[in-house]
């Protein structure tokens, strides 16, 4: 009887043992029964660590917060205590009756699995979930905002776009954010405001006070009339809500929420600029500009130059225009204009000047009007056309030889006859040189050309000697041959470039591999490392003027925007000249 007792008390210490290294892993909810308006939370715990957590297919809801990991390990009179935890905040899609699906985790090498959870969803309740949970709050204090500030602008009218992201005071956020979806703006022309740093401002939302970053600035010229739709800005920020809990130095005790926000789509509607009083010369100018034509000297001599320029300066779409064609009399000699273009983008659009400055150069004596240019374009202040036109110009060159035709142009025709001056060398007609040939001819054998051709062999032989250490020599320096090869790709892709012109896309693609592998061949960079930043410390590295390191930056910028920006062709020609012109000058300073 004894021994039998000795057997039961065995039997009972091992079954506890057992029972207390026994692994648990289930699934437990917040509640059964919940209605539409409101959140679950599901938790998935175990009193082991383990691997290769997976969670159920919440198909029948919305998952609004998660996963959120914690931990709890403590020691205490000797008895070890282990639990974590995987929680997620669900918001029911529909009304019914659903199941969530067993989640599974391996531990020591076992598959465990949780038993599926049946929970009832209802009508929308009055007060759900009584006192919000910590996700319901960080939605509530946290917004992001796109403010616009003109919705119903013209044609080619700017307007901005400011991003602000707005926290309540009673929560904050952590420095981990990230842009999930950044907006693009098909159907404008568009430039961001650089921000430096991001400052933390007061203001209100809603009438509450709150505290706001500015996160983007944009400035967008509408190019299509209609409603044009912006694309959101989209943002993962992790939320840090006070639990209503302190720690034992009576410190708040925050819960982080990883959240999603968005600024929502936002619809501009564009006006068309009125055709009511629309000039015939309107090239799409709008804004506030001045419009002026000088030129370097009106009085010269025959075959000197003289620099004609046609200016544009004020506040505008400075950018998205052609200016007017200067017109001269076909006796003057004009060269293809250089276009100028010195702008500045700030929150209230463009400002600035642009300019085409034509080199002209006469070629006979005489007086040469310059006609009037006008130019014309939408004031918004006052949404109505305007036009400036420029006084006519008189070139006089007062030196050279004079034409021996009437030119149309002239202001008084000239009938001037040309005075014939005879030939004084009277014999001209007489051949005084001979071209006389040998009637014998001289055989090959040890002539010149038989010497010459039995040594060349001989000389040949050292001359392919050298020939050949020479390749080698040049095929064992790979990097160097890596950088001819570069090298020749960057001029051939500028000549597919020059082939392009009028093609925007072909263009600036073919133009941004020239300079992709004018800077492999130059600075030995690779693909992974082109970027504006890396470029300008290696070419200031290399003793560039900062003057041409700022225009080669600014033709990759031109590459960047012309895939959505409108081009002309004689911005396309500019880019061009501008790309040879700089790849010529680093190629001269470079060391």
């Known amino acids: 009887m004894k021994i039998i007792k000795n057997i039961s008390i065995v039997l009972f210490l091992l079954v506890s043992s057992i029972t207390y290294a026994q692994v648990k892993f289930e699934a437990k909810v917040s509640k059964q029964k919940l209605g539409v308006n409101e959140r679950l939370r599901i938790d998935f715990e175990m009193n082991k660590d383990g691997d290769n957590f997976v969670p159920p297919n919440f198909d029948d809801f919305t998952v609004v917060g998660g996963p959120n990991t914690s931990l709890m390990n403590y020691n205490a009179n000797g008895k070890k205590t282990y639990q974590k935890t995987y929680s997620y905040f669900l918001a029911p899609k529909k009304k019914g009756k659903f199941t969530i699906k067993q989640a599974t985790i391996e531990i020591d090498g076992e598959v465990y699995k949780t038993f599926p959870v049946t929970v009832t969803v209802t009508d929308a309740v009055d007060k759900p979930n009584g006192q919000p949970d910590a996700s319901d709050i960080a939605s509530d204090k946290i917004h992001l905002v796109a403010e616009v500030s003109n919705s119903n602008p013209y044609l080619n009218e700017p307007t901005t776009v400011v991003y602000k992201l707005y926290v309540s005071r009673d929560v904050g956020i952590s420095s981990n954010w990230r842009e999930k979806q950044t907006p693009r703006y098909n159907d404008f022309w568009s430039q961001n405001i650089e921000i430096k740093g991001l400052n933390i401002l007061r203001g209100e939302y809603k009438g509450e006070d709150y505290r706001y970053v500015v996160l983007r600035k944009t400035v967008l010229y509408p ?302 960079i690779e693909t992974s490392d082109f970027n504006k930043e890396k470029i300008e410390a290696l070419l200031t590295q290399k003793k560039v003027e900062p003057n041409v390191v700022t225009e080669f930056i600014s033709i990759l910028e031109s590459c960047e925007l012309a895939r959505y920006t409108p081009i002309t062709n004689v911005t396309m020609q500019n880019d061009y000249d501008k790309a040879a012109e700089t790849i010529s000058l680093i190629d001269k300073q470079i060391r």
């Not at 001269?328 to 400002?351: A, D, F, I």
């Not at 034509?358 to 939408?378: E, H, N």
């Not at 000389?459 to 950088?483: E, Q, Y």
């Open 223 to 524: 190019q299509k009339t209609g409603k044009l739709k912006l694309e959101p800005l989209v943002l993962d920020v992790t939320v840090e809500v006070p639990t209503g809990r302190a720690n034992i130095f009576g410190q708040q005790i925050m819960t982080q929420v990883p959240k999603t926000v968005t600024a929502g789509s936002r619809t501009i509607d564009v006006k068309p600029l009125p055709e009511n009083g629309k000039p015939s010369d309107f090239k799409g100018a709008v804004g506030d500009f001045n419009f002026n034509v000088t030129t370097s000297k009106t009085q010269l001599n025959a075959t000197e130059s003289l620099q004609a320029q046609i200016e544009v300066t004020g506040n505008g779409n400075l950018k998205l225009f052609e200016l007017p064609k200067l017109t001269t009399p076909s006796s003057l000699e004009v060269y293809e204009p250089e276009h100028k273009e010195n702008v500045r983008t700030g929150l209230s659009g463009m400002q600035g000047s642009i300019s085409d400055t034509y080199t002209i150069v006469p070629q006979y004596r005489g007086k040469y009007p310059v006609p009037s240019i006008s130019f014309s374009y939408f004031d918004l202040k006052t949404e109505s056309y305007k036009r400036i036109t420029s006084d006519e110009i008189v070139i006089d060159v007062v030196e050279g030889p004079t034409a021996s035709v009437n030119n149309s142009e002239n202001t008084e025709a000239n009938n001037t006859k040309q005075t014939i001056k005879p030939n004084t060398n009277a014999f001209a007609f007489i051949k005084t040189t001979s071209n006389w040939e040998s009637m014998s001819s001289k055989g090959f054998f040890k002539s010149t050309s038989f010497w010459c051709l039995l040594l060349l062999p001989f000389l040949a032989i050292p001359l392919a000697i050298f020939i050949r250490r020479a390749k080698d020599k040049r095929d064992a320096d790979v990097v160097g041959t890596r950088i001819r090869k570069a090298d020749r790709l960057a001029k051939k892709y500028l000549s597919e470039a020059k082939k392009n012109l009028g093609q925007k896309e072909a263009f600036y693609e073919s133009l941004e591999r020239a300079l992709h592998n004018y800077l492999k061949a130059k600075l030995n």
